[in-house]
């Protein structure tokens, strides 16, 4: 696979639609026991086209509140430093590893992640990012399906297939790490920098080449209704 290849209108909608489908199902998600405690559940919040995905630990007290992700200290690090590479919030979607904050912010238990992760399989299909960058230590080993934690894998783009399409997986450290030391944010810095390359970076083809659907005109955004406000830009 090559450049980035544009959306057409009737592919958005399409995927648009089915992403507010997946949200709509998800209001009322009972798969673990973090329902319970919930005040809302954070589905996530971007551009249902973007190249680019986020994906974090869990919700926290204020994503909780609000309904959508990285409200808070970390989030505005994620902000500024999409920022220095040119780039918002409206260029990329933003998820987390569970949809539903675990109590006093502890840990994921791996039996929450597993029943969470159809949820974000789902949104990685719908979406078809060509980057994910996985925060941390929980969004790292979920998706490259490896035990080995961010501070061995930080900063190396690992290409790997997810939602039947080829995608790389870049860990870096989770912003609220980086706000705890200097030399972490340095780091998660310089790997923010290092993005914008490897989002024109060509992806490696997993199926047959012919596969490759013709690059069609640029669509453009369109916002989403206010019923699914905490989808954010559409
Ligand atoms: N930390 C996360 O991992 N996700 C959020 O949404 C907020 C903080």
């Given at each position: 696979m090559g450049a980035p290849v544009a959306v057409t209108d009737?592919?958005?909608?399409?995927?648009?639609d089915q992403l507010v489908e997946l949200y709509r199902e998800l209001q009322d998600c009972?798969?673990?026991?973090?329902?319970?405690?919930?005040?809302?559940?954070?589905?996530?919040?971007?551009?249902?086209d973007a190249d680019l995905m986020f994906?974090?630990?869990?919700?926290?007290?204020?994503?909780?509140?609000?309904?959508?992700?990285?409200?808070?200290?970390?989030?505005?690090?994620?902000d500024q430093l999409l920022g220095e590479i040119d780039l918002t919030r409206s260029d990329c979607f933003i998820a987390n590893t569970l949809k539903c904050r675990p109590?006093?912010?502890r840990d994921p238990l791996p039996a929450e992640?597993?029943?969470?992760r159809p949820h974000l399989e789902r949104q990685i299909e719908l979406i078809e990012p060509r980057v994910i960058c996985t925060l941390g230590n929980f969004a790292t080993k979920l998706l490259?399906?490896?035990?080995?934690?961010?501070?061995?894998?930080?900063?190396?783009?690992?290409?790997?297939e997810l939602g039947g399409r080829p995608v790389f997986l870049?860990?870096?450290?989770?912003?609220?790490?980086?706000?705890?030391t200097t030399a972490m944010l340095d780091q998660l810095r310089a790997d923010f920098q290092a993005l914008p390359r490897l989002?024109?970076?060509?992806?490696?083809?997993f199926g047959p080449a012919d596969d490759v659907p013709e690059p069609e005109p640029e669509r453009e955004l369109v916002g989403a209704g206010a019923e699914v406000d905490q989808l954010g830009l559409f």
């Amino acid at each position: 696979m090559g450049a980035p290849v544009a959306v057409t209108d009737s592919q958005g909608k399409a995927r648009r639609d089915q992403l507010v489908e997946l949200y709509r199902e998800l209001q009322d998600c009972r798969k673990c026991p973090l329902a319970e405690g919930r005040t809302t559940v954070v589905f996530g919040t971007g551009n249902a086209d973007a190249d680019l995905m986020f994906v974090g630990e869990a919700p926290g007290f204020h994503e909780d509140q609000q309904g959508k992700p990285f409200v808070g200290r970390a989030g505005k690090l994620l902000d500024q430093l999409l920022g220095e590479i040119d780039l918002t919030r409206s260029d990329c979607f933003i998820a987390n590893t569970l949809k539903c904050r675990p109590p006093d912010n502890r840990d994921p238990l791996p039996a929450e992640i597993e029943a969470c992760r159809p949820h974000l399989e789902r949104q990685i299909e719908l979406i078809e990012p060509r980057v994910i960058c996985t925060l941390g230590n929980f969004a790292t080993k979920l998706l490259t399906g490896s035990p080995q934690g961010i501070t061995r894998v930080r900063g190396v783009p690992q290409a790997h297939e997810l939602g039947g399409r080829p995608v790389f997986l870049y860990p870096i450290f989770h912003p609220a790490a980086a706000l705890r030391t200097t030399a972490m944010l340095d780091q998660l810095r310089a790997d923010f920098q290092a993005l914008p390359r490897l989002l024109a970076d060509v992806l490696p083809s997993f199926g047959p080449a012919d596969d490759v659907p013709e690059p069609e005109p640029e669509r453009e955004l369109v916002g989403a209704g206010a019923e699914v406000d905490q989808l954010g830009l559409f």
